[in-house]
């Protein structure tokens, strides 16, 4: 079943990738002041989130899922995991949130807030990967 756990390690790099990326695209076009670049960063946005962000996410939860009920996984530690994962996917919704937003002309938010924004998933998978590794 070492498939599974290289499936669910892939696909949680995948989500990753876009919750590190997408933010720190959010920094830039909070920047723009020309109608050229805002119309480029919604498309790199939008293709982020829907092309590689969310699938990364919705598999790295189903292969999470499979671990989980084919390994009988317990303890405290993956409590503490799952709660993270949770933070993960309100994390995530508020991504959408920003990039519709942005979409439709009505971001709210200065570059600042996105930089400070763009910490959150770094700290959390910190914590993932620790808890993983020596499952308190």
Known sequence: MLW???LH???MV???AGLFYLPRLFVYHAEVKDKISD???KIME????YGIMTPGGILTIFFGLLLIYNFDYQGAWLHYKLSLVLILIIYHYFCWIFLNQFKNNQNRNGHVFYRIFNEAPVLILIAVVFLVIYKP
Do not use: G, N, V
Request: charged share 30%; hydrophobic share 55%.
């Open 4 to 6: 599974m756990k290289s």
């Open 9 to 11: 390690i892939i696909f």
């Open 14 to 16: 995948t989500w990753f």
């Open 39 to 41: 119309e480029r960063f």
């Open 46 to 49: 939008r293709k982020l989130f």
